[in-house]
Each structure stands twice: as structure tokens, then as C-alpha cells.
């Protein structure tokens, strides 16, 4: 029986990934690499924030040997989600809320595994039968960017995104960690030089230095990972965000002509690109179900999507919207109803004094009355 060669092999890989829609392809050994250990400094400074999933199995992080049995490999693979240009600017509409570019369509979770089974199954076709391997996609144990960096797909921007110099940082990333001698590729060296525009944009200053985010302040966290209240002294720096950020890759050169995909998953559904706030306040959990099927919003929940669409309205400065953040209050959820409270003094000041008072008088639960108590009696002293 015929057997390929490491390098035919592995030229056969990066072939079918690409035909399968890939737009990056690199292969790295399946070692620890300096970049690994770096995680547990970053989780005994407390960056992760709420993400107690991240401090879980920190070896099988830093070593994907206990995913795949004997792995050797670690493929790559990277798509550009960046959509055709005429999406690509935020609108500065108080009525409107801004939606991280990756979650404007389909989720991508799906869509990259896919792919990944796919060119799993053109592998095992081409080598003998003790072929084994693990597929991940962002939710494994899994420290894609490093693999992606050592891959070759590119390198750690100081924003923590990895950039590649042909498409820039728009890229999603999934790995196949396989058990197959194959023939690797090297890191690409760091460009971006002296630049700072990504730290020096971040409105929470999430970016402590270059490299280094701390999540509780950044945007992203605070909109989807967080479960609770975003913190009062940072939702004003929220802005319009309501799911994600997009302010470090926008600003970002590498960013400027980078290409668009033309992968019609990734195209924003009806009423995802800059949405309109009033219209999602309203959503009701079933309206919310079905609306979100199959997207990467879904992981915000209702309650989370709806007290980000609160601190939103809070900042538009759009006193029309006081009507809808009034409705919010009557919201079943506690988490809307605080930040309802928040938004609607955010609006309209003193003149909330009357219904958040009245509204008092039967709100029950104790994180909602702590909120309209400190505003009523930040406003009584004011």
C-alpha cells in the first residue's frame, strides 16, 4: 500500500481545508508553547472574570496531548467572517445598538465544525486506520490562538486578537489535534510595531498593557460571559454595544483593506446590523427563541441581551425611548428591571423620580430595590 510522505501528506491537508472553505491553514507540533504559560499568571491576576470554565483542566489547556490519544499535531484552520464593506460602520444613531460583527449571522460553531469533520474524514481516507483526533472550536480545552500562532495563521496583536497580514484579525478558529507526524509550519513575526491604537481606543481600558486584557472591563465580557449586573461605574463606557465589541479590531490597521468573505452564513440577518434598541426591548423569551436560533446571541440569554439593550438606551441620551425602559420595569426579569431602573434615570433624571418611587412600592426582589434606592437617594441629595 501506498503511504505519503510528511510533506505530501501534509500538503494534502492544507489543500482540502482550503476546498472545504477554509481561508487560513497552518500545522504546529502538539507541545506546550511560552505562550501556555502565561494562562495561570492571567488567572491568579483575576483577568478571567466570571469565566470559571477557563480555570478548569488547566493542563489539558496547555497541552492538547490529553484530547487526542498520542497527538502529535495540532491543524489550524481560520475563516474571514468579515462581511462586505457597506456593513462595516458603526452608525452613530442613539436609536440604534451595535452587534459584534461575528455575531451578525449564523453561529460559527457550527459552521467550522462542520468543516473540521469534513477534512477529518478526507484525512482518515488518506492514512492507515490508527488515525485518532479531536476536533475543537473555541469551547474545548483548547489555546487556539496560541496554536494558531505557531500554525503560522499569524500573531498575537496587542489587542490579544491574532492578526494575519493578508486578512487582519477577522478570523475564526477551529483545530483538529491529531496523532499524524506531519510537517509544521513557523510563527510569523509580530507587526505590529509601535502602534497602540487598539489600547488607546478601548473606552473601559480593558487593555491593561500590550497583550494583556482584563476581561472584567472589557465590553465583550461585560455584554455575553457576565451573568449578573454590568458595574455601574462602566456601563456609561458600554456605549451602544448590546452583544460583543468590535472597537479594537475596527480601529486596527492590519484591518483597513482587509478582505471580505463572501460566505453567505456569516451575512447579517434581518435586523442585526446596528439594530434597532426600541424593537429589541421587546423581544418576549418566545420571540427571543426563535429569533435567535442557531446565532451566537443565544448565549447571552434574553435577560443578559435585554440589560445590555438597557444600558444601551440609558446612553443613546434619547428621551423618546423613557416610554420603553418604563415597560422594562414590568419586565419578569430582576437583571432587566435593574438596569431598566438605571437607564430610565440615565434619560430622563428627576423626572423618573415619581415612577421608579411608585414602582417601588412593589418591587420585590432585593438587587432591583437596591438599584432605584441608590439612584433615589443619589437624586434626593443632589
Known sequence: ???????????????????????????????????????????????AGEMRYMEREPARRASPTALARGARSVISCGVNYNTEHEYSTQAANPARGWISRYAWGDDYHEIITD????????????????????????????????????????????????????????????EIITNLELRYDAPPPDRCGTCTRCIDACPTNALLEPYVLDSRRCI????????????????????????????????????????????????PREGLFNPQLSSLARLTPEEFRKRFKGSPIKRAKRRGLLRNIMVAIGNSGDSESAGVISDAL???????????????????????????????????????VDEILEILNAGAGS
Open 220 to 267: 465583550s465580557y461585560l455584554t455575553i460571559e457576565l451573568k449578573g449586573s454590568i458595574p455601574k461605574e462602566i456601563r456609561e463606557r458600554v456605549g451602544d454595544n448590546v452583544f460583543g465589541c468590535d472597537i479594537c479590531q475596527d480601529v486596527c490597521p492590519w484591518n483597513r483593506k482587509a478582505g471580505v468573505t463572501d460566505e453567505a452564513s456569516f451575512r
Open 1 to 47: 500500500m501506498y503511504v505519503m510522505d510528511t510533506g505530501e501528506l501534509s500538503r494534502g491537508i492544507k489543500e482540502k481545508a482550503l476546498e472545504v472553505g477554509f481561508d487560513l491553514v497552518g500545522i504546529c507540533p502538539a507541545t506546550e508553547h511560552p505562550e501556555s504559560r502565561f494562562l495561570s499568571e492571567w488567572l491568579d491576576n483575576g483577568f
Open 330 to 368: 414590568r419586565d419578569d426579569e430582576p437583571l432587566v428591571r435593574a438596569h431598566a431602573a438605571w437607564a430610565l434615570w440615565k434619560l430622563i433624571g428627576a423626572s423618573a423620580y415619581e415612577t421608579l418611587s411608585r414602582h417601588l412600592e412593589s418591587e420585590e426582589d432585593p438587587v432591583v
Open 115 to 174: 468543516r473540521l469533520g469534513r477534512l477529518a474524514r478526507h484525512i482518515g481516507d488518506l492514512v492507515p486506520r490508527d488515525f485518532d483526533f479531536y476536533i475543537a472550536v473555541d469551547t474545548a480545552p483548547v489555546l487556539d490562538r496560541v496554536y494558531a500562532k505557531y500554525s503560522g495563521l499569524g500573531w498575537f496583536g496587542k489587542n490579544t486578537c491574532i492578526i494575519n497580514q493578508g486578512i487582519g484579525s477577522w478570523i475564526l478558529i477551529g
